[in-house]
């Protein structure tokens, strides 16, 4: 069956019962059917059935969507919501910004706004989170006994510029818990971006790279709840986890100690951890490997900060209203760490922050367990 077909399949799973519009945050603030999940399922069937034209209009109400899957959670349904406006998109074609940044001069344009005071909001985008040295070179990272696994790591095609101190301290844990760590070259991006944004082709290319580079691997990690799952839904058999859920499974009962920290920590949940993946829980649990550390969610699990692939640079006004509630929060807890396990939530939150003068670290857990790891 083709990508129309099912599409059509999920929607006829629809009752419109309306059950899953109070979650959408799109649709609390337009207010508007067309922004629901109801009303863009009956788009996307007009679309694909060709009793709607694809006009501006129709296009305005799917590119709205955050795809953060909250409808997906709660449809008592269970229509699969992704399906239908990825398949929508598609058939509408790519819009706004080029959705991949797996390109040389993109990568060079986003290193080089980290190194020089550019203005305006994309540059504050590549400044937002501190350097934490240099991307991981592609190779083996062997643990000091016999591993117990070969895993593959994703390094992406943000993250590898954007959060270099995450990946090192990934290949750490990782080895520290008896696994090789095996970079490729030829992996890069998830294709998430483009799949999301009508470019499927673009997206097929991307995954089919990732399949060869990871093939034969006991199973491949990425630290972007974002890319792992896309990899979860693209490559299945490839056994892709996000690292939050393989810390989550294997930390507690190791012999690694995990020292306690006298900071409030504020944790954010990235909707695609909490609703994509349904592993919302993995990161509490992981966190209470820190002893005695003083932690509380950031949001409600699963709410969108609003950063949604490419909306926090193509939707900027829409990307700051749905923030501004977890910035308010944080202005008012005032705690001295921000835990986020997504690339794109993390400049997001971190160049909210930044704007309103709060100073804050925002960190990837994984580089918050690195650090405070009690080494033998
Ligand atoms: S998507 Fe699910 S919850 Fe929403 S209206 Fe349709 S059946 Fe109801
Ligand atoms: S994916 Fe999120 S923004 Fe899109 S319709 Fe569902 S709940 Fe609303």
């Known amino acids: 069956m083709n990508d129309r077909n099912n599409a059509l399949q999920a929607a006829d799973h629809c009752v419109k019962c309306g059950l899953c519009l109070p979650h959408c945050p799109t649709y609390r603030l337009y207010a508007d059917e067309a922004d629901s999940p109801r009303g863009r399922i009956a788009l996307a069937e007009g679309l694909l059935r060709g009793l709607l034209s694809p006009d501006a209009n129709l296009r305005e109400h799917l590119d709205r969507c955050l795809l ?19 398949a929508a998109r598609n058939e509408l074609g790519p819009s706004e910004a080029p959705p991949s940044l797996d390109h040389p001069l993109a990568r060079l344009g986003l290193a080089l706004a980290r190194h020089l005071p550019l203005p305006g909001q994309r540059a504050r985008l590549a400044r937002a989170l501190p350097g934490g040295g240099s991307t991981p070179a592609p190779g083996h990272y062997p643990p000091s006994s016999t591993p117990h696994s070969r895993l593959g790591l994703l390094t992406g095609c943000v993250t590898r510029i954007q959060q270099t101190g995450a990946l090192q301290a990934a290949i750490h844990l990782l080895n520290a818990l008896g696994h090789e760590v095996v970079i490729s070259a030829a992996a890069a991006c998830c294709g998430a971006l483009a799949a999301h944004h ?33 990899l979860h839904e693209a490559l299945p058999k490839l056994g892709a986890e996000d690292l939050i859920t393989r810390l989550a499974r294997e930390l507690p009962d190791s012999d690694l100690r995990i020292a306690s920290l006298n900071a409030r920590i504020a944790l954010h949940t990235p909707c695609t951890l909490a609703n994509g993946l349904r592993r919302g829980d993995d990161l509490p649990r992981l966190m209470r490997c820190l002893p005695e550390t003083d932690w509380q969610p950031l949001g409600r699990p699963g709410d969108c900060c609003g950063a949604a692939g490419m909306h926090l640079l193509t ?51 994984v580089e918050l367990l690195a650090r405070q790891l009690e080494e033998d």
């Open 198 to 230: 009508g470019d499927r082709a673009t997206a097929a290319r991307q995954t089919d790279t990732l399949r060869q580079a990871f093939d034969g691997l006991d199973g491949v990690i990425a630290i972007a709840s974002g890319c792992a799952l896309q």
């Open 315 to 365: 939707r900027l006004a829409q990307a700051e209203r749905l923030r501004q509630p977890l910035l308010d929060q944080l202005l008012r807890e005032r705690p001295a760490l921000l835990l986020t396990s997504n690339i794109g939530c993390a400049l997001h939150l971190a160049e909210g922050a930044q704007a309103h003068g709060l100073e804050i670290e925002v960190l990837h857990p």
């Open 68 to 86: 953060c899957r909250a409808c997906e959670v709660h449809c008592p349904s269970g229509v699969r919501f992704s399906r239908i406006i990825d």
